[in-house]
């Protein structure tokens, strides 16, 4: 099944996300208590084999993008219980907000700061609240009831969507997928060679000749 890509309404500047966090922080309103120290995520973030596996694939996904979660719904599981559990793939997320922004950024921020251990569990979390958010549901009480979740008290809720570290790298990142060529969410590369479609079939054609070569 190929799903359509979603594209990002224009490109970001560290000094557009700013001002995209700052206003999703300021509509959190409720404090949360039972908060911990944790260690935020860096770097790409990474599952299966280690770094320099001979499969490499890496997917471009926001977590506004309707898109990224059906494939994150309907692909995802086979695609990791057939490469990633068995480590013949390293498989590497890779952040590329899409509309609505401050949602996607601060989404995206709150999973570094949930840390490596949780990063993937807070990914999945925000993208399941796209149902949330149809149904009427404010972002902001599903990114603080997720942020909560993930050990997050509200200082440290707001703390952490407006670091300007944090911003700054993720800057880099955006700029970093623009230059690699990436239009819309999802987008998947295996080896540095893009995928047009996203089926597990299409992937699996593109990986396992790889692994056999």
Sequence with gaps: ???????????LT???????????????????????????AEGDMALGAPEGAKVTVVEYASVTCSHCAAWQEEVWPGFKARYVDTNKVRYVFREFPTAP??????????????????????IDQ?????????????????LQRI?????????????????????????????????????GTPTFFVNGVKIADSSLAALSAAIDPLLEG
């Design 14 to 40: 560290r000094r557009r996300v700013l001002c995209l966090t700052t206003a999703v922080a300021a509509l959190t309103l409720s404090a949360c208590s039972g908060s911990r120290q944790i260690a935020p």
């Design 147 to 183: 942020a909560t979740s993930a050990g997050l008290n509200d200082q440290q809720f707001r703390a952490c969507v407006s670091d300007r570290d944090a911003i700054a790298a993720m800057d880099e990142r955006i700029k970093a997928g623009l230059d690699a060529g990436v239009t």
């Design 101 to 122: 922004q401050a949602v996607a950024v601060a989404g995206f921020l709150i999973a570094r700061c949930a840390g490596e251990r949780q990063y993937f569990q807070v």
């Design 1 to 11: 099944m190929l799903f359509p890509r979603t594209a990002p309404r224009s490109e």
């Design 126 to 142: 925000v993208m399941a609240s796209q149902e949330e958010w149809r149904a009427g549901t404010p972002p902001s009480q599903s």
